[in-house]
Structure formats: C-alpha cells, structure tokens
DNA sequence: CTGCTAACCAAGCAAGCGCTAGTGTGAACT
DNA sequence: AGTTCACACTAGCGCTTGCTTGGTTAGCAG
C-alpha cells in the first residue's frame, strides 16, 4: 500500500504536520493542533488524511523515500573506490539527516506508532535504504579498510549517524559534511584525516 | 529535586510502569493501565506518585543511577590499561542497557516527557554517566589507540551502543560482551580482536 | 480499647480526544 | 447556464483522559 503525496497542498501539510510531531510528539499533537497550524479546522483535515496515522504515514514516507534517492544519486556519482563510497555514504546520510531533519527524527521515534499496514511499506523503503549500506560496508570489508560482522559494522554505523540528531548542533561549528569524515576518521585510522 | 524510590512497593511499581511504558510509550499508557498491571485501582495508584510524570522520573532516575553505579564499579576493578578500561566501559554498558533494559529504553526514547524539574535533577545523572565516558575515552586518545576529538567519539560511541536496544535480541547468538568486544575491536583495528 | 497511618477503593468530574455528518462556496469544465 | 468537484466550515457525538474526593480497611503502638 502505498501512501503517495500526490498534490502539492498535501505535501506542505506533510511538511507542516512533520514540524508538529517532532515538538511536541504524534500522541501529544492534536488534530487540532495540526490543523490550526495549516490554517484549517479541524474537520476539513480528514479532506486530505483518512485519519490522524495516515499523516504519520506520509511524513515518514516522505523522509525516507528522500533519503534513499539521495544516497542513491551520490552513490552512483562518485566512482568505485570503497574509502570514497564508505565517505559518501556518511555525508549523504547526515545530508539527510539535517535537510530532511523533522521527518526523520519523526520516522526515527515515533515509528511504533505507525498502523500495521503503513508500518509493512515503510518498512521495505527502510531495508532498500540499509541495503544500500550493508553493500558500500561489504566493499569497505573486502578492501581490508575495515573489520568485523557486515551487519554489526552497519548497525554500529547507523546508530552513531542517527544518534546525532540528539546532539548535533547543524548550526554549530562543524558542518555535517566535517562530521561525516570525523566518524570515517576514526573507523580508518591507516588514512590520515586527523585534520579539524 | 530528588525522586527517591524509597519503599520497596513503590520501587516495584516503578518496575511494571517501565514495562508498560516500553510497550506502549509513556502516552499511550493509562493511569488505569498501570494500575491494572499494579493490581489496584486507578485512584490507587496517587497515593504512591504525585501524578503520572513522577512515575515516569521514578523510572529514568533508577536505570540512570543503576548505570552510573555498575560503570564506576567496573572501571574501580579494572587496572589502569586504556584498552582494557574501553572495553570495560563499553561492556557495562551493554550489561545495564539489557539488564535495566525497559528503564533505559523509556530513558532513551521518552525523556522529553519529562517535566523540566525532574529533567534537570537527571540530566545531571546523566552527565555524571558521560564523564566517565569522556575520561575513558581521553585515556584512549592519549594512548593513541584511537583517533579524533574527546566529545565527537564519545558521542559517535554511546550512539552506536545505545542503538543496539533497537536490533540486538539479548537471546540471541552473541553476548552483550561479545558485542561490545566487537564493536571495541571496530575501533581498535591494530589489536587482532577479530574472533567471535 | 484508642489513635494513627499506610494502603486501598468506588464514583465521578471536567477537559480533551479523534472523528463524523451535513452544509456551503468558488473555480473549472461541459 | 448547469454540473461537478476540491476544499473548507459548523456543530457535536461518544469516548477516554488524568486526577480528585470522601470513605473504608488492616496493622500496629500506647
């Protein structure tokens, strides 16, 4: 079942209803909430979304959906070197991360919440997604750049990139892209990018 | 603002609430659901708590202290090595996140529905926990057996910990020491911790 | 026996919840 | 000119929520 954000209005009330969930949480948002901040009533909301986790749907759809057109593009810009593509992969990821940070933290937090059928689709982007890391780690693996268990090495990875949305700061002193190369710094210790 | 958990019954309703608030999430969760789980009535249930946040601080407050008191302990036992003491450190971690499990997955994922005096009482446990981290991982720095800056790897490492209650199954094929070790060795690509 | 306290219960209030039903309204198409 | 359709509104139903109130019970100290 595919969610879609067809029109265009749909779509700026995905963007403003991601904005709400991650403030206040999607259990503590009201669909009175969300509407006031469309600049709707409450009743003329169910127009667009059949119900309230339709709009959990579309807002991690989109995030996700993002991110995996993302990664994909960078992935296959920028040549075969597994030191390269494990980097890019790091950037493309926080890239996201940042661009598209109210959806993700959305999908990131308030998944459970999702209804069993939305959870299914979504839960097929996701593993595109991851695959398209388990294969650059693979790379990075057979070049002898890093070591231990293809998933292990992914899980450990995903879960330092994604932990960063709790602390990092995209308006601080590092750009994500510098933070990218950092957590690669120091899973590579032979390259010599102890720079920043 | 201390909590205190001091009666053992209350300390063993703090218990069942941080189960159900793993199952269900700390909104979703009912002060008629608690108390059905507590074997009383909802009305009961205010003796014990103030009002429903307070069982929510009740619950981080003992994993929190729990953690802080198992890592110290580790590390008082285990010699002055900075590897020993990195893979010390990451198993005490892997140990109370499984052990506490339920009060930490509700530390980790609903702590912004904490009021802000019980979130500033422990916050302050909790960075009380990440210094012991950032020493740690100074000691390893300074040894050279890892590379980049004190707060960015401490933080990149937790991540990657703490992730783990969304993937790992305790039950299943590694150990939560097996783990960490793992996860160390990622780190560590000169000392051959390459088995398991 | 009396007085105190911790623990519990029955009943229910006020507020807020997601969602529905029925009704315009203005622009676009026939 | 008539029809359609996307979009919005008003009003409120039925239910659940966290929490309060006033009262009961059992155990224990003097």
Redesign the interface.
């Known amino acids: 079942m595919n969610v879609m954000n067809a029109s265009p209005r749909r779509k700026e009330l995905t963007r403003l209803a991601a904005q709400l969930f991650v403030q206040e ?1 999607f ?2 948002t009201t669909v009175r909430m969300l509407a006031q901040e469309m600049g709707i009533k409450s009743g003329s909301l169910f127009h667009h979304f059949k119900d309230k986790h339709e709009i959990l749907a579309a807002v991690i759809e989109e995030g996700t959906q993002n991110a995996l057109n993302i990664a994909q593009q960078a992935l296959d810009d920028c040549g075969r070197d597994p030191e390269v593509r494990l980097r890019t992969m790091a950037r493309a990821h926080l890239e996201t991360l940042f661009a598209d940070r109210n959806a993700h933290v959305v999908a990131l ?1 308030e998944w ?2 999702l209804d069993p059928s939305a959870s299914a689709h979504l839960r097929h982007l996701r593993d595109a997604y991851e695959a398209l890391w388990v294969d650059v780690i693979d790379d990075a693996l057979r070049a002898g750049i ?4 293809r998933f ?2 992914a ?10 949305v ?2 990092y700061d995209p308006h601080g002193a590092r750009t994500p892209d510098e ?1 990218a190369d ?2 690669v ?3 590579l ?2 390259a010599d990018t ?1 720079n ?1």
């Open positions: 949480g259990d503590r937090f459970r919440r890093l070591h231990g268990d292990l090495v899980r450990f990875v995903l879960g330092a990139l994604n932990w960063t709790r602390w933070l950092e957590l710094a120091m899973l210790p032979n102890t920043v």
